[in-house]
């Protein structure tokens, strides 16, 4: 009786059609996001992230709608991210269909959202979701806005602590600079992050290789998320997940006998 | 007919939607005599132990429970749906549960909590929940459990310690895991359940 790996297809959406760049720019399109779920969910996946990012309220409303269309067909869970800066919009989100929703820039401009929203839904529902680069902060490393343009000004450890405290459920942990390189996981950095958190670490940015996986989990994450790798068809979920079970990592066999 | 109750926490239309899959007409409901009637009950729960157990009182959802049970009519608790049927919750404080069981949820030893993903379960011989499931996977969320048996069919599960993932106690069923959100193997779980109706 053992806890299972997850592996997390991540779906970048924007006003309904699924996108993919490498280290945030230069994006171009993956395919339709409900379908895109389906299949993932048949292939296996553990969970599913929708990361909207639509610059319009008109965009917002299609990814409410994207959620609540894959929420009716699929049965695994899924997490919704982008542009949520209140209670409302999280209550939203979960009353469309999301189970756990992941918050980055907000929380950055007003830290006390994540005690509201823990404090209303529950910290099972709360994703921190934090985009660090390696930086000359007390760390080593740093947490950035904008999709990795910007400097927040904070370390990003410093920031994992403060966050825990706050009653986060889960971290998401991105790294800017291994984002959509295919160059591995920023395994010192999964390190950590791991060794200041006591919540599940999903690790995320750079999965190439099948080792990749096994290296993140290896530095401590619970979880592994990744896009580009799978929108592409480098690596099928099975795949991943075959070679994890047989390097003696827990994986769950999404098919019944 | 099944009815999902609805006091106020929880993404119920794809708990519905999943109940659906079992082949029973499936309602969202808040209303008492609905909720009472129904074939099949259902008491989902997301969030804290007394905001859930408050919610459940709002809509007189622990008499419900109870007269139910005394009328042998089938009730499914999943999540803290579950935990709030034990007698005593200790997240945030000591609160009372519906006591359907005399037992504690207690605060789950383990290194990283909340406890989230898929883990196996070694489910009860004779269970009818987990006829033709018992070696799958089912989701978990939570960082409080119950660590007693309960029931005639009590199924565990282990994360850092052992704890009830299931309980099959006559009419009343109980699944700490979220069926509805366990790919294959949690519909048909659903759909042994739905076969008790």
């Known amino acids: ?257 | 007919m099944i009815a999902i109750l609805d006091y106020g926490s929880g993404n119920l239309r794809s708990a519905q939607r999943a109940f659906e899959t079992s082949g029973h007409e499936v309602v969202i409901t808040s209303d008492y005599h609905v909720a009472l009637n129904a074939d099949g009950l259902v008491v989902p729960g997301v969030g804290a132990f007394a905001s859930c157990m408050q919610g459940l009182i709002s809509v007189r959802g622990d008499q419900i429970v109870r007269e139910r049970i005394a009328a042998k009519r089938p009730t499914l608790g999943i999540c803290v749906g579950m935990q709030i049927l034990f007698a005593h919750g200790v997240e945030h404080g000591a609160h009372e549960g519906v006591g359907v069981w005399n037992a504690t949820v207690e605060k789950l030893t383990a290194p990283i909590l909340p406890h989230m993903g898929w883990n196996t379960v070694s489910s009860a011989t004779g269970s009818v929940l987990f006829s033709g499931v018992e070696d799958q996977s089912f989701y978990f969320v939570h960082s409080y459990a119950v660590k007693d048996s309960v029931g005639a069919h009590p199924t565990f599960a282990e994360y850092g310690e052992k704890f009830l993932a299931a309980v099959e106690d006559g009419v009343i069923a109980a699944t700490q895991f979220h069926p509805e959100k366990s790919g294959a193997a949690g519909l048909h779980l659903i759909k042994n359940w739905s076969n008790t109706l």
């Open chain 1, 1 to 257: 009786m053992t806890l299972s790996v997850r592996i997390i297809p991540c779906l970048d959406v924007t006003d309904g059609r699924v996108v993919k760049g490498v280290n945030f720019t230069n994006l171009v399109d993956a395919g339709d996001p409900v379908e895109m779920a389906s299949l993932y969910d048949a292939e296996g996946a553990d969970e599913l992230t929708f990361l909207d990012i639509s610059a319009s309220v008109a965009g917002r409303e299609t990814t409410l709608d994207v959620v609540r269309k894959t929420a009716e067909q699929v049965f695994i869970p899924l997490t919704v991210g982008g542009g949520i800066r209140s209670v409302e919009d999280v209550d939203r989100l979960l009353r469309a269909g999301a189970d756990k929703v992941s918050i980055n820039t907000a929380a950055i401009d007003r830290p006390e959202l994540i005690a509201e929203i823990a404090d209303r839904f529950g910290s099972q529902v709360l994703v921190i979701s934090i985009d660090a680069r390696r930086a000359r902060t007390d760390s080593g490393f740093e947490v950035t806005t904008h999709g990795g343009r910007n400097s927040a000004g904070l370390d990003a450890l410093a920031w994992v602590e403060r966050a825990c405290a706050l009653g986060v459920g889960e971290i998401l942990l991105n790294s800017m600079d291994a984002d959509g390189t295919r160059a591995g996981y920023d395994i010192g950095m999964i390190k950590a992050v791991r060794a200041v958190s006591q919540v599940p670490l999903i690790a995320s940015g750079g999965a190439g290789t099948l080792e990749d996986f096994s290296a993140a989990l290896d530095a401590g994450a619970d979880a592994l998320l990744a896009a580009s790798v799978f929108h592409f068809g480098v690596h099928r979920i099975g795949d991943v997940k075959k070679y994890l079970g047989a390097h003696n990592y827990s994986v769950r066999n999404a098919h019944l006998a």
